[in-house]
């Protein structure tokens, strides 16, 4: 059977599909990308599987293409002889193809995003919470916040509740190549640490043998990718605050890495994956362009915030502050100081209102 019969006539199905909060459009050329984990392909097989219309779905990393690349294979004559509308390329890469079919509909999905303007940019993030929760068959808060915890944010991760610190070596082994997994255990260690490039490759060069280029370049991908983010200071202009993509990867990289660490990073890849646009206030917490300040204090009782607050009342005064959000593990209370308003919300219940303020 012809390659591309085969790919024709046998697609690709994904039993375990849970919905997701991202919606593919209905039309147009379209580049769904995302760092890798995501659930990208997840998403375009379900996708896949409620298409009338003739598809041809084609992954990139098929062994089959090793010795019969896409190139040398008649894809343009295919897509015309069987009236194909839809085309789909998974895991493309940049200049993978000398140029694109030509077909009533193209989606290719990628780690990076495409510079091509033809492209609708969708980019697909890891799990928020809302998404985990749909992933959960226990009904208890406290336990799907555990577990949340403990398998993180990236979908594979969160069917493998049981089993996920070998889910996590696999992905770790499979998904990054040596110098990458050298570079990635120096980001894990510094997750949420103020950070520049040339620290991270002072860092990286003490214990591994990797070049200055490859740092560089590999950061500037990670950052294109969604890997890794880079939260400006509003009070210093060095150092932005680093945060990894996955909470619980980091867990996994790094057995030291503390929880009052863990629990600042899933506040700030909430707020990534609302597209709210913030900062941070040195080591005070994150501000938005609103001015309302976000402080992580997973165990913070509203007696010893109050203290905190007292003492820190004339640098929030002097930033503009207009409300403070604190984030806690289990803990509600709110109070004024000089109409000033604190109001301290669980993180399951702060991060679901956020999205549906976004809705």
């Known amino acids: 059977m012809d390659l591309l019969e085969h790919y024709h006539e046998h697609p690709p199905q994904n039993d375990r599909f849970v919905l ?36 041809l779905y084609i992954d990139l990393e098929d062994p089959n293409l090793i010795l019969a690349t896409l190139d040398t294979l008649p894809l343009q004559a295919y897509i015309e002889e069987y009236h194909i509308q839809e085309l789909i390329l998974d895991h493309y890469e940049e200049g993978m193809l000398e140029g694109f079919p030509l077909v009533t509909r193209l989606i290719v999905i990628s780690r990076l995003p495409l510079a091509e303007e033809r492209f609708i940019p969708l980019q697909l993030f890891p799990l928020d919470y809302e998404e985990f929760l749909a992933f959960e068959p226990t009904a208890s808060g406290s336990i799907a916040f555990n577990h949340f915890l403990k398998s993180g944010t990236l979908p594979e991760m969160a069917k493998h509740i049981k089993n996920n610190t070998l889910f996590m070596k696999q992905f770790f082994q499979q998904q990054f190549g040596p110098n990458e997994q050298a570079l990635i ?18 860092f990286t060069k003490e214990s591994f043998k990797i070049s200055k280029d490859f740092v560089y370049s590999t950061m500037k991908q990670f950052q294109e990718e969604g890997l890794i983010y880079f939260i400006d200071n509003r009070i210093k202009r060095s150092g932005k605050k680093m945060i990894f993509y996955d909470f619980a990867f980091v867990k ?34 994150y501000v938005t362009k609103e001015n309302e300040l976000i402080i992580p204090a997973a165990f913070e009782s509203e007696e010893h915030f109050w203290v905190k607050a007292q003492n820190k009342f004339s640098l929030f005064k002097k930033h503009g502050i207009k ?5 806690t593990i289990a803990n509600s209370y709110h109070f004024d100081i000089e109409k000033l308003y604190f109001e301290a919300l669980p993180f399951n219940e702060w991060s679901i209102a956020h999205t549906e303020s976004e809705e």
């Open 323 to 327: 409300k403070i959000t604190i984030i």
């Open 20 to 55: 997701r909060k991202t919606m593919l459009p209905s039309d147009g050329d379209m580049n769904l990308y995302g760092a890798r984990g995501s659930g990208k392909t997840a998403l375009i097989l379900d996708h896949l599987s409620q298409q009338e219309k003739e598809t």
């Open 185 to 202: 255990l120096i980001l894990a260690r510094y997750n949420t640490q103020p950070m520049t490039i040339h620290q991270i490759y002072s």
């Open 252 to 285: 996994y990289l790094t057995a030291s890495q503390p929880f009052g660490a863990q629990f600042d990073s899933m506040i700030a890849l909430t707020l990534i994956k609302h597209h709210i646009d913030f900062s941070t206030l040195g080591l005070h917490g």
